[in-house]
């Protein structure tokens, strides 16, 4: 059995033409023509391997229904839409979008970007296969009451005894400046590395997602200290000292 796909929106043309693109890749794929309708097969399904959003939705507001998804599961998330406000893309990725894709799009593109999202590392849990050698833990932060603790092959962030649930592009782009520390990484860089290589997208894209990382694993997101901005560069994570 292929993949699975949810297409959530209320444009029956979007809908069927991505329906016939995906099959043809071998997608397993539903459909819901609102959020409600997505939320509630979620309930009964589970989630599907990634979504693709439209965010015209009569319904449900389509960034309530990102936000109740993104509560319980880690799909990645692709939003479609035909508006170009960057208030639009914002709030989508804010919401907990992956990816946001301005209409009209080519198939492939969508095909191209959903690879990319499924090729990242699963969060959760440890491998399903044991590991003879320990697991490699980062030191992020060395609060003595509750260290920031990084472990890029278990797919995992803690602090002290408590997991911190990050989205899928959120742990990427964690892991690429963690292994990097010290060192500034322009947004065309972390674009490239977290997405996928060769991906070119919306710079705003990593801004967004750096600022949603910040309201995990900073004490104060406001004065960020492990993931700093380096204006007119890029970002850079400071080891503790």
Known sequence: MGASLMIVGDDYGVRGALRAAMEE????????????????RLRSHGAPDVMVVDLLDGEMDVFTC???????????I?????????????AALEAGADDFVTKPFEIKEISARMRALRRRPHLGGL?????????????LDADEAAPLVLS???????RGEE????????????????????????RTV????????????DERLVDVHVRRLRTKIETDPSDPRIVVTVRGLGYRLDMPR
């Open 25 to 40: 890749e071998g997608y397993e794929v539903a459909e819901a023509d609102a959020g409600e309708a997505a939320l509630e």
């Open 66 to 76: 990102i936000r109740e998804v993104r509560r319980a599961h880690e799909v990645p």
């Open 78 to 90: 692709i939003v479609v839409s035909a508006s170009t406000d960057t208030h639009d893309v914002v």
């Open 127 to 139: 491998p399903d296969e044991p590991v003879e050698a320990p697991l490699t833990e980062i030191l």
């Open 152 to 158: 890029p092959e278990g797919g995992a962030v803690r």
């Open 163 to 186: 997991p911190i649930p990050l989205t899928i592009t959120e742990f990427r782009l964690l892991c690429e400046l963690a292994a990097n520390p010290g060192r500034v990484l322009t």
């Open 190 to 201: 972390l674009l490239e590395r977290a997405w996928d290589e060769g991906f070119f997208g």
